[in-house]
């Protein structure tokens, strides 16, 4: 048995494309506000949705099928971004990255374990050694 295929309305689309849009627009704003220490917690999905005046569970869909993947997703792999970065450049210590990206230390090394696969400490080292090694290589070359 065939089923015709249902083609979505353009409005409904378009509607989907704002929403994940304006999604995208919070998550960068509020990873502004946390890196400028403007920001005092960290947004839960309810909290984007309720500044972009609609559900949760409606935001948490659109994201889903529009993008693939979760809202946490997205905010979760910026902050990852963030903390890469701020390990990579070793200027400051763990823990002031942690407070920076309104963790706790003991929450930050298991929020970064979870997604790098090794704590923030081993991936400076890792980084540092990389580093190193270039360093050595193109010194080398010349």
């Known amino acids: ?79 990852m971004d963030e903390a890469r970065r701020l390990l990579r450049e070793g200027q400051l210590t763990i823990a002031v990255i942690a407070e920076r990206l309104l963790f706790d230390t003991s929450n930050f090394t298991k929020f970064f374990k979870r997604f790098e696969g090794i704590t923030p400490s081993a991936y400076r080292e890792q980084e540092a050694l990389r580093s190193w090694e270039a360093k050595r290589e193109t010194a080398l070359a010349q």
């Open 1 to 79: 048995m065939h089923y015709p295929i249902m083609k979505l309305p353009k409005k409904i689309l378009s509607r989907q494309a704002e929403i994940t849009s304006e999604f995208l627009v919070q998550v960068e704003r509020h990873l502004d506000e946390i890196l400028t220490g403007k920001a005092v917690k960290m947004y839960h999905i309810k909290d984007i949705a309720a500044l972009m005046y609609i559900h949760p569970v409606h935001l948490s869909n659109t994201i889903k099928l529009t993008m693939g993947n979760s809202p946490c997703y997205f905010l979760e792999e910026k902050l």
